[in-house]
């Protein structure tokens, strides 16, 4: 196995808006993240279960992007908070490259504070499959940020991924990813859909 499920992402126009709707689904409360210097973007964390962390995102108003696009199609994002992207993590992610779907740009070197990252940049912003392919992280010597939050007792039970070339998409994880809660649906309109697991026991759907 190549790739280990790393987090979830949750789109919104503003951070604040973003993190009441999901704290109010969820009955916990998030952790004060950062800010992205290289795309003007900043966010909030959510330990989850398993190593597992819940990412809220948006544009910084106060930011001036280095580079644009920004990343996970925040330039295009319009509505209601909503999940918009996994990110799975490797080791050696050039090497990987050429084994990825088209749409790929190159790596980036990201920075802050004590972590230091490499992220695969898409060319548009967005990710392939219209952003059912997850994003590709390398923590590198980086501490995880998981084990930095408090485990919320939110669980991940599943994540449906939901595309018309669903096979295409599940063919280009066949080998680089093994893990049971990704679900393939074959389905007209691209999405991403997470169930969890609440403290109360309640399931939610994002």
């Not at 695969?120 to 980086?142: H, M, N, T």
Request: with cysteine.
């Amino acid at each position: 196995m190549v790739l280990e499920f790393d987090h979830l992402v949750i789109s919104s126009e503003r951070l604040e808006a973003g993190v009441q709707t999901i704290e109010a689904l969820l009955g916990v409360s998030f952790e004060a993240g950062g800010k992205h210097p290289r795309y003007g973007t900043h966010n909030a964390l959510l330990g989850l279960a398993g190593g597992l962390y819940l990412e809220v995102i948006a544009i910084d108003p106060d930011a001036t992007p280095e580079v644009l696009p920004r990343w996970f199609g925040l330039d295009e994002f319009v509505g209601a908070p909503r999940l918009t992207n996994w990110v799975c993590r490797g080791q050696g992610l050039v090497a990987l490259l050429p084994e990825l779907p088209l749409g790929f740009a190159g790596i980036a070197q990201l920075t802050r504070a004590d972590l230091a990252w490499d992220m695969a940049e898409a060319e548009r912003g967005v990710l392939p499959y219209d952003q059912c392919f997850p994003g590709l992280i390398d923590w590198k010597d980086s501490t995880h940020p998981s084990t930095r939050l408090k485990d919320c007792g939110v669980r991940l039970e599943a994540l449906e991924l939901t595309h018309p070339n669903i096979k295409e998409l599940e063919t280009s994880l066949c080998g680089l990813l093994g893990d049971a809660r990704v679900e393939f649906v074959e389905g007209a309109t691209p999405k991403l859909a997470a169930r969890l697991r609440t403290p109360s026991g309640k399931m939610v759907t994002l």
